[in-house]
């Protein structure tokens, strides 16, 4: 029997995973990752006070007018959070749970996740979709994903 097609459907703060059975017109959830760090202020991650910035240079002196770009902490969160999602991914498809997926995430996720997915698991992807659609009831996100799951001309 062939794997299964899986459907991760996330933003910044969930993800859920689906395995798609387009014959049937269904999906069957077997993973939701919470993420609330997405949703608390930069202040309560343990940023610096904006603005500020250390001068510097990398053998500890002072001076230069090169800075390195700053990664906020909310930038880490979501990197953090792809990469969970992409070992997630690469693990399925390393161990042929899954045949193919389809990437339904947030903008800013989407990118992340892609730039964290292994070479396997980057073959495996059918559809990347930069679409928000978790905030959808489960009919509206069954059809959303089952469009997006159709094989393509």
Request: glycine share 12%.
């Amino acid at each position: 029997m062939d794997a299964p097609l899986w459907a991760l459907v996330a933003n910044a703060s969930r993800a859920r995973v689906f395995t798609v059975d387009r014959s049937a017109g269904r999906l069957t959830e077997i993973a939701d990752f919470v993420h609330p760090a997405a949703r608390m202020a930069g202040a309560a991650l343990g940023d610096e006070r904006g603005g500020h910035s250390e001068r510097g240079t990398a053998d500890g002196g002072a001076g230069g007018a090169a800075f390195e770009p700053r990664t906020d902490r909310r930038h880490k969160e979501l990197a953090g959070f792809a990469r969970e999602l992409a070992g997630f991914l690469g693990d399925a498809v390393a161990q042929h749970r899954c045949g193919g997926v389809l990437l339904i995430a947030s903008d800013a996720l989407l990118g992340q996740l892609r730039a964290h997915l292994n070479t396997a698991t980057t073959e495996a992807v059918r559809v990347a979709e930069p679409l928000d659609i978790g905030w959808l009831d489960e009919p509206a996100l069954s059809r959303r994903v089952l469009e997006l799951a159709r094989p393509r001309r």
